[in-house]
Structures are given as structure tokens and as C-alpha cells.
């Protein structure tokens, strides 16, 4: 038989999706199918693959572009191998340019106050802790200030913008985000209480415990106070170290 060669060229990280690749991503995730499932769905799209049927010796009849080959179930899972980055949260900052026609705030949040940061955390954290998904719609508000119903693909959307956003900040600001109490920087499963009670104690951080500055502290840009939170984070990981060494 002579062999056939398909050059398949596939997205190798979330940076690589568009607009499109990414609405399609969240709607595999919306339903009801395994992450296996997700992945050779969006393996077979990205591919450009048509599956056509499956023949009598339990292989698949798939086309791509005007050639027809079989692929064994087994086969198949081993190409969709290539998208297993979708288990893993983006390493930088994934987000629709656009959601519902509106445009959102900076992906990064480079620009944005400081207080529309602690909000959006807030949120986020609320929905890691409760699944409320009225959260998340709230959160979708104060990302792309419009209110509208969402849909479940778009509300995985704002999820990923998010959490890809934490991430982010967790290896960009890796002193105060490991040092929040968590393995992951992100405060999962703390309650509201607790959380609040780490915000509070970041505004003190930055305020120096003058109330009269916290205005002008929640007016900061996003990237400015974390930046001054990893260093404050760094001086005290420093000077525990140093206590340590000397007792």
C-alpha cells in the first residue's frame, strides 16, 4: 500500500488561538465531554480533519481535503496528544479580543487601577470558592463593561481570562503571589472572609497604615502595586531568612 503523508498543522500553545479557535475551544468545553473528548474534537478541527464514518474493522474513513485515509481509534488519540496543552492554564494571559461585540479592558491589566483588580479577584475567587456562576457573570461586567446574558462558552471565557491572568501574575510577581498562603497564588477554596482579609492586608502594605493614602492606592495602576507587593514580599521573605539564620 503506498503510504500517504498529511501535513497537519496544529496550534502548539493557547497563544497560538484566534478569535475563533478560542470561541470554538470554550464551546467544546461547554459541553458535556471528557477533556479526552475536547481534545481530539479540537485536534480534528484544527486539523482540518472530517471524519466521515467508521468502517466494519472499527476504524475511522477520514478525509482531508481530497484524500481519504483510515485512522484507528488509537491512532487518533495519540495525534490528539498535540493539543494536550489545553490541560494545563494558559502561562500568559488568554483572552476573546472581543466578547458579545464589546472590547475589554487591557488582557494584562497594565493600565488598569489597582481597586478594578481587587474587584475582579474578588469575583474570581468567589466563583473558586462558591461555583456561583452569577460571579462570574458580575466579573464579565467589570471586564467588558456591558451587561448582557451570557452564554456557558462565553462564561468559560471570562473564566479562562481570568485564571489565565493569575497565572500570569503568579510567575510575573512570584514573591507576594507565593506568598498568599496557597500552592497555586490563587487563595482556592479560601473563604470570602479570608479573602477579604488578604486584600486588606495588601492596601495596608501599600499604605503603610496611613488610611489618608488609600485613595491613591486603589487609584495605582494594576502592574505599579503588584510590583511594589513582589518587593515588600521579597524584603520580608529576605529579612525572615536572615532571623532564621541568625537564631
Known amino acids: 500500500m503506498e503510504a500517504l503523508t498529511i501535513d497537519l498543522k496544529i496550534p502548539a500553545a493557547w497563544g497560538d488561538l484566534d478569535n475563533s479557535q478560542l470561541k470554538y475551544l470554550f464551546g467544546l468545553m461547554a459541553c458535556d465531554f471528557s477533556l479526552d473528548e475536547v481534545k481530539a474534537l479540537f485536534f480534528i478541527k484544527m486539523a482540518g480533519l472530517k471524519i466521515l464514518g467508521k468502517n466494519s474493522n472499527r476504524t475511522y474513513l477520514v478525509k482531508k481535503g481530497k484524500s481519504l485515509f483510515e485512522l484507528t481509534p488509537l491512532a487518533l488519540a495519540e495525534l490528539a496528544t498535540a493539543v494536550d496543552w489545553i490541560s494545563d492554564l494558559p502561562k500568559t494571559p488568554v483572552c476573546m479580543s472581543k466578547l458579545n461585540g464589546k472590547k475589554g479592558v487591557a488582557r494584562d491589566f497594565e493600565g488598569v487601577a489597582f481597586e478594578q483588580f481587587i474587584i475582579a479577584d474578588n469575583l474570581y475567587q468567589g466563583f473558586l470558592h462558591t461555583k456561583d456562576d452569577s460571579l462570574i457573570d458580575q466579573l464579565a461586567y467589570l471586564l467588558y463593561d456591558h451587561e448582557w446574558k451570557l452564554k456557558p462558552w462565553q462564561r468559560i471565557a471570562v473564566f479562562y481570562r481570568m485564571a489565565s491572568l493569575k497565572n500570569f501574575f503568579a510567575s510575573k510577581?512570584?514573591?507576594?503571589?507565593?506568598?498568599?498562603?496557597?500552592?497555586d497564588g490563587?487563595?482556592?477554596?479560601?473563604?470570602?472572609?479570608?479573602?477579604?482579609?488578604?486584600?486588606?492586608?495588601?492596601?495596608?502594605?501599600?499604605?503603610k497604615g496611613d488610611v489618608t493614602k488609600e485613595h491613591e492606592v486603589l487609584a495605582l495602576d494594576t502592574w505599579r502595586a503588584l510590583t511594589e507587593l513582589d518587593a515588600l514580599a521579597r524584603e520580608y521573605k529576605d529579612f525572615n531568612a536572615k532571623i532564621k539564620h541568625h537564631s
Open 173 to 183: 510577581f512570584s514573591d507576594f503571589f507565593n506568598g498568599t498562603g496557597s500552592d
Open 186 to 207: 490563587n487563595m482556592l477554596g479560601r473563604s470570602a472572609a479570608s479573602v477579604e482579609e488578604a486584600v486588606n492586608a495588601q492596601i495596608r502594605a501599600l499604605t
